[in-house]
């Protein structure tokens, strides 16, 4: 598998979630990371996965498949999956 992402777009990610896409793709070795579709955006159906980078650290990777047999990932955005709700929390 391949994996790919818009460098601004990293950049973006790093700031707001502080999560790099280089780190956000050890998702995708755990063999217990959990991957379901999500939703349609600007026509590319999303997937999201969920999974461990290491020893406690947990990562959530919204992401696309490209290429034939899905054998090219590009990134969307990657935190860690309780970020949103403490983000929410100080608002």
Do not use: C
Not at 50 to 59: D, E, K, N, R
Not at 64 to 70: G, K, L, P
């Amino acid at each position: 598998m391949r994996f790919i992402w818009d460098e601004n777009n990293n950049r973006q990610n790093l700031h707001k979630h502080y999560v790099r896409f280089e780190i956000a793709v050890l998702v995708f070795n755990d063999p217990y990371a959990i991957t379901q579709r999500d939703i349609i955006f600007e026509d590319e159906e999303r997937w999201i996965t969920v999974g461990a980078i290491g020893p406690g650290s947990i990562l959530l990777v919204v992401h696309t498949f490209y290429e034939e047999h899905d054998e090219e990932v590009k990134g969307a955005e990657a935190r860690h999956p309780s970020y949103s709700r403490k983000k929410r929390r100080r608002h």
